[in-house]
């Protein structure tokens, strides 16, 4: 008989998961992806509920590994939430379970699997796309993904600097106290991503906040927010010149505002690349389009229930 599951909450989860050891797990599991390959992964296009009365949606993720023997689902709730508002606009659990009896091995905090996951994949988009004489680094907006962007992108990379826009100034203040290095706030989305070499956009925004006038030929764009089909970030200038990338081409053509609504072809996957399949345009400008995958979440949280097992059976 199997146990109860575990619970692993957000302090755990901080404490177990790091960068250098989720990185090549989600680039493994990137090229897994792409190669559709049902033994190794099925992953649907995730559920989402709306939820209307609060302006939000829940995204239901199940993900199966069957090589892998990872079984698992996030349950996460996002927002579109006005500045000012005290509750967050992300709300996520992670459930593990055995794929061979069905029963929950853990219960775990899918905030900081959701930061770090993103970001980390981000960076990978980064290290396949981008120019390796790179300098400049653009974050526009300075929430949690913003956190985890920084964190991540400066670990991998030695950026000369790195910008950030904000709506607000008290965003950008709170930005900079949070982080350990230095960091140019910009008083315009202009003004930070002009001569930028990577842009990570990580709004909450409906509407263009990023034009493609503005970026340097060659840049490579992170493209985090804009997770339902009528959203936007980039507008379609952007979105038209650029080569575009995504981590999932299904989930791109159903939820991608910036997508569906420029007409823009997604040229590649970034499996594809990982696999060799593709290959990767760092000599003109690039778009990863990110809306996030099951599998992302599915090898954090077996990640995380590995360590936290390694941990539990020390004396
Ligand atoms: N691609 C993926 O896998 C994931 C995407 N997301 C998306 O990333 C975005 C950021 O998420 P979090 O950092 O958790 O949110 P957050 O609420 O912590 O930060 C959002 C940032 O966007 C700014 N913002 C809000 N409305 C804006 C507007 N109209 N124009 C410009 N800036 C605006 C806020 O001031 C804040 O700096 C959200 O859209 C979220 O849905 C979140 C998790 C995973
Ligand atoms: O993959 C994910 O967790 C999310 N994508 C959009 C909001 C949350």
Not at 188 to 196: D, K, L, T
Not at 239 to 247: C, I, L, Q
Request: net charge neutral; charged share 25%; aromatic share 6%.
């Amino acid at each position: 008989m199997a146990g109860p599951p575990v619970v692993i909450w957000k302090q755990e989860v901080e404490r177990l998961l790091r960068y250098r050891e989720l990185v090549p797990r989600l680039e493994e599991a990137l090229g897994k992806c792409s190669r559709r390959d049902r033994a190794e992964v099925i992953q649907p296009v995730r559920t989402s509920l709306p939820l209307q009365k609060h302006d939000g949606f829940l995204l239901l993720m199940p993900t199966y590994m069957e090589k892998d023997k990872v079984l698992s689902t996030k349950l996460v709730c996002f927002y579109k939430r006005e500045d000012g508002s005290t509750l967050p606009a992300v709300q996520a659990t992670v459930v593990l379970l055995d794929p061979e009896y069905g029963n929950v091995k853990a219960v775990m905090d899918g905030e900081v699997i959701t930061g770090m996951r993103t970001a980390a994949v981000s960076a990978i988009s980064a290290k396949l796309l981008m120019r390796p004489e790179a300098e400049v680094l653009a974050i526009l907006g300075t929430g949690k993904q913003a956190l985890s962007h920084y964190d991540v992108f400066t670990e991998m990379f030695l950026f000369k600097e790195v910008r950030v826009w904000s709506r607000t100034r008290q965003g950008a203040e709170r930005f900079c106290r949070s982080v350990s290095g230095p960091v140019t706030v910009c008083a315009s989305v202009e003004e930070a991503v002009r001569g930028a070499d990577a842009i990570v956009t990580v709004t909450r925004s409906t509407e263009p906040v990023l034009f493609g006038q503005w970026v340097k030929p060659g840049a490579h764009v992170a493209a985090v927010g804009a997770c339902r089909p009528d959203w936007r970030e980039l507008d379609d200038v952007l979105m038209k010149e650029a080569v575009v990338y995504a981590d999932s081409r299904e989930g791109a053509m159903t939820e991608s505002g910036d997508i569906i609504l420029s007409g823009a072809e997604v040229f590649a996957e970034l499996g594809d690349v990982i696999n060799g399949t593709k290959p990767s345009h760092r000599e003109k400008t690039t778009v990863f389009k990110s809306l996030g995958m099951g599998v992302e979440d599915a090898v954090s949280a077996e990640l995380v229930f590995d360590q936290w097992k390694a941990k539990a059976s020390k004396p």
